[in-house]
Nanobody
Framework: RVQLVESGGSSVQAGGSLKPSCAASGYTYSNGCMGWVRQAPGKEPEGVAVMYTGSGWTYYADSVKGRFNISHDNAKNTLSLEMNNLKPNDTGMYYC???????????????????WGQGTQVTVSS
């Protein structure tokens, strides 16, 4: 069973940076799709970024392109999301999600992945 544990969320001012990470365990697959989903209060979950862990291919939501960077450390089984130039509407709970069963690796598909972490809170003040 895949287990995902996020950390690194915090409160920052607009324009600041954060780099939450996700420690993954409980699987032996080398290829799969991992990504980040965020949910603001009262809103639906939104896929932010995804990555094929085998090839390193990445894809981002338009709202974060050029500001966020997803990466995966294969040796440590850790997924990270470097977030720069943060804006107040980036505020939300950020979840790590994973799929190793061949689901579509897209920012839309990631919201339907079967394995999620407990989330880490990111708050951006103006």
């Amino acid at each position: 069973r895949v287990q995902l544990v996020e950390s690194g969320g915090s409160s920052v001012q607009a324009g600041g940076s954060l780099k939450p990470s996700c420690a993954a365990s409980g699987y032996t697959y080398s290829n799969g799709c991992m990504g980040w989903v965020r949910q603001a209060p009262g809103k639906e979950p939104e896929g932010v970024a995804v990555m094929y862990t085998g090839s390193g291919w990445t894809y981002y939501a338009d709202s974060v392109k050029g500001r966020f960077n997803i990466s995966h450390d294969n040796a440590k089984n850790t997924l990270s999301l470097e977030m720069n130039n943060l804006k107040p509407n980036d505020t939300g709970m950020y979840y790590c999600a994973a799929d190793f069963a061949g689901a579509w690796c897209t920012v839309t598909g990631v919201t339907s992945f079967g394995s999620w972490g407990q989330g880490t809170q990111v708050t951006v003040s103006s």
